[in-house]
């Protein structure tokens, strides 16, 4: 860990560049993570069962669900890490790295328990009925109790980010992305596992993730404080005043998810077999706006610690252009692949349609998602975690459902995603006007709203 004096590399330098460097190197980690989850999607498809893809698109939804507790965790740590860093603070961050992640821990093991104790409900609530239902819950029986690994791997990720260690921190799920990649034929095909192979993989995969992302924090960056109750207690609340609303929100999007898949199911196993083609396509197209959330928050972080609300301002405009450019160059390929793409998956009738409506119009509109992920990173990382966790649930609620339901009864299948993506439009714009009021009154006491460079002096708050 940074010790008190050392530099805090956000502070200086083109910030469209840390903006760039670090959304490319996250994403290529969540990539690592997300394509695997494709490539499964395409050794299911391969079996030639429409009910396995099927409950891989159902088993998604809650596993999307238990992953949000980590990412908000994680965004909680890393903030805090963040701020203490940009003020000079490199013994407070270790102590708030090491209380976040026990804490972390701690909490989201007893939250994935919980889910793995309701699964069979919860799986029935999406809409999954017979064999898939029972498939479904199959693979989350397996996978489930590993998700405490995974939330490890995510915090201690997080810290490495809060660093700009974005290398190694990307280097832990490409190495988990690696170890899936490599263990799904063999599973899957070579020992005829089928469905029990791929989650069998992604259990060992959240274990390579987990012990890559701890290991460079012990080597490089002073490791973590001996853990105190006190210490832990003492650091609860500021943890949570971060995470919790971090958390809310990123259940908000699993939620709208569930509520999409059970719209779709109305219309099929080939149209949920579709979503699920899509919903595992969209985060590895898109991987590097779903990063600029963890990317931009150090960098928003360590000059809103540092009192730079003239940097911070800049970052989240540098954030909006680049996620503008990464749409647009993303969106033309997915269109110039869409008949390919359906090819992979043997894609026919409505599961054809909805992989090629994705990969044409719905695309663009992606962009208002990375609005709503920068400012995000600006509420999270400026006092004000509620507003994205109201942002979030009014876009995955009142943005989606009557959207969802109204396209859905004129268009059907194809009108549910197009009610999805109605939803974002709306809500982003709402984000982009409520991050610009953070950023020019923030919540922080060491982060004025002023124009120009403040000394580097004080504690994290």
């Given at each position: 860990?940074?010790?008190a ?16 460097v ?40 809650i ?21 203490a ?5 490199g013994?407070?961050?270790?102590t ?42 199959h ?56 469905l029990?192979?791929?989650?069998l993989a ?18 490089h960056?002073?490791g ?19 995470a ?48 600029l ?38 969106s ?33 509109l ?15 990382n ?65 982060a ?14």
């Amino acid at each position: 860990m940074a010790q008190a004096g050392s530099p805090a590399r956000f502070l200086e330098g083109n910030l469209f560049r840390h903006v760039s460097v670090m959304s490319l190197t996250t994403s290529v980690g969540l990539m690592a993570v997300f394509a695997v989850d494709f490539i499964n999607m395409i050794f299911i498809a391969m079996l030639g069962r429409a009910e396995l893809a099927a409950a891989i698109g159902y088993a998604g939804a809650i596993l999307f669900f238990t992953t949000s507790f980590g990412i908000g965790m994680g965004i909680g740590v890393g903030a805090l890490t963040a701020r203490a860093l940009g003020a000079r603070d490199g013994a407070g961050a270790r102590t708030r790295a090491t209380n976040g992640l026990i804490l972390g821990t701690g909490f989201g093991a007893v939250f994935a328990a919980a889910v793995w104790l309701m699964l069979s409900p919860l799986v029935t609530l999406l809409g999954a009925t017979g064999e898939t239902h029972d498939l479904a819950v199959h693979y989350l029986q397996i996978v489930t109790p590993s998700q405490p690994l995974l939330m490890v791997g995510m915090i201690g990720s997080a810290i490495l980010r809060s660093h700009g260690d974005a290398r190694r921190a990307m280097m832990a799920t490409v190495l988990g992305g690696l170890a899936n990649a490599v263990l799904d034929p063999i599973l899957i095909f070579g020992f005829g596992l089928e469905l029990t192979g791929a989650a069998l993989a992604s259990v060992v995969s959240r274990m390579v993730i987990c012990g890559a992302a701890l290991w460079p924090i012990l080597r490089h960056h002073g490791g973590f404080d001996s853990p105190s109750a006190p210490s832990v207690m003492a650091d609860l609340r500021p943890v949570f005043g971060i995470a919790l609303p971090a958390i809310l929100t990123q259940v908000a999007a699993p939620v709208g998810m569930a509520f999409v898949t059970r719209a779709m199911a109305g219309f099929g196993e080939a149209a949920v077999a579709g979503m699920a083609v899509t919903g595992r396509l969209t985060p590895v197209a898109f991987g590097v706006i779903f990063a600029l959330s963890g990317a931009v928050g150090p960098i928003i972080g360590q000059n809103a610690g540092a009192g730079r609300m003239d940097r911070v301002r800049r970052a989240f405009g540098d954030g909006l252009i680049f996620t503008g450019i990464v749409t647009l160059v993303v969106s033309a390929i997915l269109f110039a692949l869409r008949g390919p793409i359906a090819g992979l998956f043997q894609a026919t009738d409505v599961t054809r349609e909805l992989i090629f409506l994705f990969c044409g119009p719905l695309s663009l509109l992606f962009f208002f998602n990375g609005v709503i992920f920068v400012s995000n990173a600006a509420c999270n990382n400026l006092g004000r975690p509620f507003l994205s966790t109201l942002v979030n649930w009014g876009r995955h609620t009142v943005g989606t459902i009557p959207f969802v339901m109204g396209f859905g009864m004129i268009w059907g299948a194809p009108g549910v995603m197009v009610g999805q993506a109605v939803g974002g439009v709306i809500f982003g714009g709402l984000a982009w006007g409520l991050a610009l009021r953070v950023i020019a009154r923030p919540a922080l006491k060491n982060a004025p709203a002023v124009h120009g460079p403040a000394p580097l002096h004080g504690a994290a708050p």
